[in-house]
């Protein structure tokens, strides 16, 4: 069975920066499209970022654009996510998954455990 461990989070000032990261084991890594979604308190899971199986495509939501970059190692079945200029609004729990549905993005799998990334002063 697929299974999905993030880590990576953790306490930033505004303006810092952090990279996360997705081990990936129980499917064909290469053959899917991987994305980060992220919830933050209080509020819906939403998308954040995708990348097509060959590393080519990518796709963001608007307000990451610019300042988030998602990557992915297929020999290490690992995506991730270098976040920059870090907001407060950035604070949430991240998580990984196959996404599904390009066109409005959603996690294929049942999420793992994510990890936090709070930014405050």
């Known amino acids: 069975q697929v299974q999905y461990v993030e880590s990576g989070g953790g306490l930033v000032q505004p303006g810092g920066s952090l990279r996360l990261s997705c081990a990936v084991s129980?499917?064909?890594?290469?053959?899917?499209?991987m994305g980060w979604f992220r919830q933050a308190p209080g509020k819906e899971r939403e998308f954040v970022a995708l990348?097509?199986?060959?590393?080519?495509?990518?796709l963001y939501t608007a307000s990451v654009k610019g300042r988030f970059t998602i990557s992915r190692d297929n020999a290490k079945n690992t995506v991730y996510l270098q976040m920059n200029s870090l907001k407060p609004e950035d604070t949430a729990v991240y998580y990984c998954?196959?996404?599904?549905?390009?066109?409005?993005?959603?996690?294929?799998?049942?999420w793992g455990q994510g990890t936090l990334v709070t930014v405050s002063s």
């Open positions: 129980g499917v064909s890594f290469c053959m899917h499209t």
């Open positions: 998954n196959r996404v599904v549905n390009i066109a409005a993005p959603i996690g294929l799998d049942p």
């Open positions: 990348m097509g199986r060959r590393s080519i495509a990518t």
